[in-house]
């Protein structure tokens, strides 16, 4: 295990050039600068809120300065919750986890005759101000004269439904459990205001920022879009996030400078951008905004014509930490094949993936594949038998326990049955679709809260590849490295993927500075050896960027040429990068 101070930045920051009249900290100077907008003439304004958003918090801020004549909560115009778990039921299921991708937009939320009303008693006040905010604000005024968009990054909407503060959108289930709330908002929130959010990115006046509810901050809306170009213009990193989990481990808490008082931390999600954000630093003022959004309004500069156009605005590449030192066994679980994850849940593609050994103790290890002539039907028997609670379930008489050390990297195309064990920390390299697992057993353990955590047996016999045994596993998965180039001072590897999935991955050592080329298509990388390294631009397109041990970054496709070099002198240093074959 490693024994290093930690380097590792929590809390990367996107330095943006601002103007002095550009940027608001805090509700008093918020809630002044759009009240400006109404004494400059303007007498519809709209608050856009992603679900998830305290749209009382902002009222009761904005209140006392705007005095509009007239204000409409767009939660008064929804359907009863009765109503709409009637139309959503197919699509949301009773399954506790998964759901079916959908196409339900705002207006499906919406009741025809409170639509009508409000929009009447809009029209009644033309001459007055009107404030209209929450989700769905294009539903009673189209063409707003100020248009403020207030967003939230998905991590902070996941806490706070913990906490209890927010149920979804148009549901009065505030007391519903954390994971019946996310699986609602993954499923059909998030997607309704996302198909909103696209089309609004563009054109709205201010981006409001209320992360921190107690210093919101206001940028315009030009400086919000500058600021989206300049972060497609270089390398960059998202801010992560951490998770503790029933297996997790107490490697982060160290490397990553971490809550000593936590019990573990079994995540580090450092490149999801559908759940991460990007933190501006505008000089005084830093304002917080999803990932998403840069996803959103410039995919082919950020993805490439080719990964854009097969995957649309949705970023393919995941990267993430899985801390089991000292903590116990992922659960031993399989990924749906392409056609399965199409045809029962309506995703284009599957979370094909790899665990690559950012460290591991002497025992470390990896359950990959099936034993060589192993009965299937005995161990759909024997897993069934365990999930009633009859008996524990013996792993390791049916699936293949490797051997695992740092650097090892194991490829593992959907269908194939795997989990990491105990002492081990992968970096998990995979495709998006990361909430398509099925577990098939959990070691007899509880989750956090003290419940089983879902099995899905069903889905998992379905899907598990009964062919990759233990020496296709030790043919085709393990360590498949090949050096595509070498010298004194850098040696390039191919390390992954299988040929089923569509990641690429290139491990480089370097000594002295290495030359990359995005060849018009993104970059993910992690520094897995050495303290820090410096990604430079060879036409000085980028200021030097610093990347430390274990962080993730992100090149964009339109940066091209690149470098990496060690910080030091005679320090040796490695990444493992990821990009789509095309």
Request: negative net charge; contains cysteine.
């Amino acid at each position: 295990m490693n024994q290093r101070a930690s380097n590792y930045d929590k809390h990367p920051v996107i330095a943006v050039d601002a103007s002095p009249d550009s940027a608001w900290s805090g509700w008093k100077a918020v809630a002044e600068r759009i009240a400006s907008g109404l004494s400059r003439g303007a007498t519809r304004i709209a608050i856009e809120c992603y679900p998830g958003v305290s749209e009382g918090e902002i009222l009761l801020a904005l209140e006392s300065v705007l005095r509009p004549a007239f204000v409409v909560q767009t939660s008064t115009i929804w359907k009863g919750p009765a109503e709409l778990n009637r139309l959503i039921a197919h699509d949301l299921t009773d399954d506790p986890v998964f759901g079916r991708m959908n196409g339900f937009t705002i207006d499906d939320f919406a009741d025809p005759l409170l639509l009508a009303a409000r929009r009447a008693e809009v029209q009644q006040h033309r001459d007055s101000p009107v404030v209209v905010i929450g989700t769905g604000t294009t539903l009673l005024l189209p063409e707003p004269q100020v248009l403020i968009y207030a967003d939230l990054p998905r991590w902070e909407i996941q806490k706070r439904q913990r906490s209890g503060q927010i149920g979804n959108l148009a549901a009065e289930n505030q007391q519903d459990s954390a994971s019946a709330k996310y699986k609602r908002a993954y499923f059909l929130d998030w997607r309704v205001a996302d198909r909103i959010k696209r089309g609004q990115l563009g054109r709205l006046d201010y981006l409001l920022d209320t992360t921190n509810p107690d210093s919101p901050t206001l940028i315009t809306g030009d400086l919000f879009r500058a600021a989206l170009r300049h972060a497609v213009s270089r390398p960059f990193r998202v801010v992560p996030f951490f998770d503790p989990g029933p297996w997790g481990g107490q490697w982060m808490r160290d490397i990553c400078g971490l809550d000593r008082n936590a019990p573990n931390f079994a995540w580090c999600f450092d490149c999801v951008p559908e759940e991460n954000s990007l933190l501006f630093d505008f000089g005084d003022i830093r304002a917080e905004v999803p990932a998403l959004d840069l996803v959103f309004r410039h995919p082919r500069e950020l993805l490439g014509d080719a990964v854009h156009g097969r995957f649309g605005t949705e970023f393919p590449i995941r990267f993430d930490l899985l801390d089991t030192m000292q903590g116990g066994n992922l659960s031993l679980q399989v990924h749906p094949l392409t056609e399965y994850i199409q045809d029962k849940f309506g995703m284009n593609y599957t979370q094909d993936e790899s665990y690559y050994l950012l460290d591991a103790a002497p025992d470390a290890s990896v359950y990959l594949g099936l034993r060589t002539g192993i009965d299937r039907c005995q161990m759909a028997r024997e897993l069934t038998r365990a999930q009633s609670g009859e008996c524990a379930f013996d792993a390791e008489k049916f699936v293949n326990r490797w051997p695992a050390k740092k650097h090892d990297h194991f490829l593992i195309p959907a269908g194939t049955i795997h989990c990491s064990g105990a002492n081990g920390v992968v970096l998990e390299i995979s495709a998006t679709p990361y909430i398509f697992t099925f577990k098939l057993w959990d070691w007899g353990r509880l989750g956090l809260d003290n419940r089983p955590r879902p099995i899905h047996l069903q889905h998992g016999l379905a899907n598990i590849q009964w062919d990759r045994d233990t020496e296709w596993v030790k043919a085709s998965l393990i360590n498949k490295i090949q050096v595509l180039n070498r010298n004194d001072q850098m040696t390039e590897e191919r390390t992954g993927l299988h040929p089923r999935e569509f990641i690429e991955t290139r491990r480089h050592w370097f000594s002295a500075p290495v030359s990359h080329d995005t060849e018009d298509g993104v970059h993910v990388l992690n520094l897995v050896e050495g303290d820090s390294a410096i990604i430079e631009s060879p036409d000085n397109c980028f200021s030097p960027f610093e990347v430390h041990y274990a962080e993730t970054f992100i090149v964009p496709a339109g940066v091209g040429r690149y470098s990496a070099r060690p910080t030091s002198q005679g320090m040796r240093c490695a990444t493992i990068r990821a990009s789509v074959r095309t």
